[in-house]
């Protein structure tokens, strides 16, 4: 579904990323995993299209590299981002309605909004309240629904447990699970490696813009000397 090759990113005169090469076939869960600073977020802007790049991106079979994000997305691929993004003074509906403007099923916003919300039950007692008014975990639910809504083919999630408690955490996780086991498909990027590693099929290891490693997510499990090496924060 998506194939990333000789993928370099600058920002300003710092070369961020350097020959970035990965895979993501359909219906798999792929880490991306790494330090502090290793250009995991970087990698994930990129495939966006967020960030200045060279090389070649493929999704689904066509090259993208030079497609705007808003052309990214409306092909089916969907990015979120670690800081969430919700937008102050509007409620959880009407954030969920900002996830339609690019797409093409925009003209079935009141049922999609009805089926996100048997996804996400806590969100459904929700959907008229301010949205930046609910709690942290919350609001991070609120931003995957946001990028789920218009049924993407390929979903990027930064950190999505960052700063979230651990009843909330455990919910989310087991969410991508069900997500995985209904068709999408997950590009992942998690600081907590172990619980990222346990749901993912495979797992690219980053440091310092380049990919040192790539193995399937039991296989980095069992490895503790790459998980010290390359994932100790």
């Known amino acids: 579904m998506l194939k990333v090759t000789k993928l370099n990113a600058w920002y ?18 792929v880490c991306l995993i790494g330090r502090n600073g290793a250009g995991k977020t ?10 200045k790049t060279s090389g070649s991106t493929e999704f689904k079979g066509r090259e993208i590299l030079s497609e705007p994000a808003h052309t990214r997305f409306a092909l089916g691929l969907a990015y979120v981002p670690e800081e969430r993004r919700i937008v102050q003074g509007l409620t959880v509906r009407e954030n969920l309605r900002l996830g339609l403007v690019a797409s093409p099923a925009k003209t079935k916003e009141v049922q999609l909004i009805e089926e996100i919300a048997e996804i996400f039950p806590r969100l459904a007692e929700r959907l008229d309240q301010e949205a930046v008014t609910m709690s942290g ?7 995957i629904a946001r990028a789920m809504i218009a049924k993407p083919d390929l979903i990027m999630l930064d950190e999505p447990s960052e700063g979230i408690m651990p009843v909330l955490v455990d919910e989310m996780f087991e969410l991508f699970r069900k997500m995985k086991s209904e068709g999408t498909t997950i590009l992942l990027v998690e600081q907590n490696v172990e ?15 380049e990919v040192v490693h790539h193995a399937s997510a039991t296989a980095l499990l069992a490895d503790d000397e790459i998980k010290e090496r390359y994932c100790s924060v």
């Open 12 to 29: 300003g005169a710092s070369h961020v990323l350097q020959d970035i090469a990965l895979e993501v076939n359909k219906g798999e869960i």
């Open 42 to 51: 970087t990698t994930l802007k990129s495939i966006m299209g967020l960030v």
């Open 137 to 143: 975990g919350e609001q991070q639910m609120l931003a």
């Open 195 to 209: 619980l990222a590693l346990a749901i993912a099929d495979r797992a690219y290891v980053l440091d310092q813009g």
